[in-house]
């Protein structure tokens, strides 16, 4: 991941429009604020949310409020609560995919 060369930015999310975005159940809710090649994301999970598809897109993922749990292609699992992270890189062996029973709030970087 570049930064670009933006020499400061605040952002205040509540002001960023949200957009939805269904999964195979449940929505992900998505702030999101792009700068050049980089996006920068709020994403809030409904309770009972799935993701509809594997992803292999790289991410910084930051677990604000809620629970996640992440699934990985080759079948690993792992939960995510408030103050955990993951990173992943683009492509690779790491495909993964998203669900939450009980909601969560993500600050996502990709």
Not at 33 to 61: K, N
Not at 79 to 85: D, F
């Amino acid at each position: 991941m570049k930064l670009p060369s933006n020499s400061f930015t605040v952002t205040d999310w509540a002001a960023v429009p949200e957009t939805r975005h269904a999964g195979e159940t449940g929505e992900a809710l998505w702030r999101t604020l792009e700068i050049g090649d980089l996006r920068i994301r709020q994403v809030r999970y409904t309770p009972g949310y799935l993701a509809d598809h594997w992803c292999d897109r790289g991410h910084v993922l930051y677990v604000l409020e809620g629970e996640l749990d992440t699934e990985l292609r080759d079948g690993r699992r792992f939960t995510l609560k408030p103050g955990m992270s993951y990173q992943v890189f683009d492509f690779g062996d790491a495909a993964h995919r998203s669900s939450t029973s009980t909601g969560a709030t993500l600050f996502i970087v990709d």
